[in-house]
Structure formats: C-alpha cells, structure tokens
C-alpha cells in the first residue's frame, strides 16, 4: 500500500511518517512538504491514501481537493489539520474521497483504524 503524506511543516510528516512505520513497516511512504510538486506527482505515485493538510502556501488543501476532482481523481484521503473549525470537518464530508477529518497531530491509535479500514 502507498500512502502519500502532504504536509508543508516537515515536523509534521515526521511525526506522520513515524507512527506509519510503527504500525505496519510494509507501507510505501511518500512525503511531500510542497502539495503541488505531490499533485503533480499523484498521477505517477497513484497512492491508496493521502494524508492531507489544509493550510498550506500555494496550494491549500481545499484547493488540491478541487483539483483532484477536476482531473478525475479519486485517491482517498484523510485531512489531517490543526484547525479546531466545525466549518472544515463539514466542508470535508462535501468531498465523496475525504474517509475523514483529523485533527493534528494523528493519535497512533487513529491512524492504525485508518489503515485497518483500508486493508
């Protein structure tokens, strides 16, 4: 399974990429501090999950959603943001490739269920 973690705060996707080791060591990681080099990277990767932030420079991730679905893609994905917005966990459920909107940082416990589902 390839996941691609998109994330412009490097500590996070530290973090991210850490647990995901601990919990099933088999995965191809993909890390991505700059979300349009990862969006043009997407059709290549073709990952089974992206773990997205929101609040990113250039490209937001309400933006990269937006794109997804203007190319036709359909990757899941979990939003992983540090907003506390009740507006952004709805504005994710709008979204028919968003699994869920997580709060930052991801318990292990959380992202061990995520993969679960996926397997």
């Known amino acids: ?9 490097p500590i996070h996707n530290f973090i991210t990429t ?16 700059d979300p349009a080099e990862a969006f043009a990277n997407l059709k ?12 990113m420079p250039k490209l937001n991730g309400w933006e ?8 036709g893609l359909t990757n899941e994905v979990v939003i992983l943001t540090s907003s506390v917005s009740h507006y952004d966990h709805t504005k994710a459920r709008e979204y028919k490739n968003v699994l869920e909107c997580v709060e930052k940082p991801i318990k292990k416990e959380k992202l061990q269920a995520i ?3 996926l397997q």
């Open 44 to 55: 290549t990767v073709r990952p089974d999950l992206i773990l997205l932030d929101l609040n």
């Open 1 to 9: 399974m390839k996941i691609q973690i998109i994330d412009d705060e």
């Open 18 to 33: 850490r647990l995901l080791r601990q919990i099933a060591p088999q995965l191809e990681l993909l890390e991505f501090i």
């Open 64 to 71: 990269f959603l937006d794109k997804m679905g203007d190319e």
């Open 115 to 117: 993969i679960n589902h």
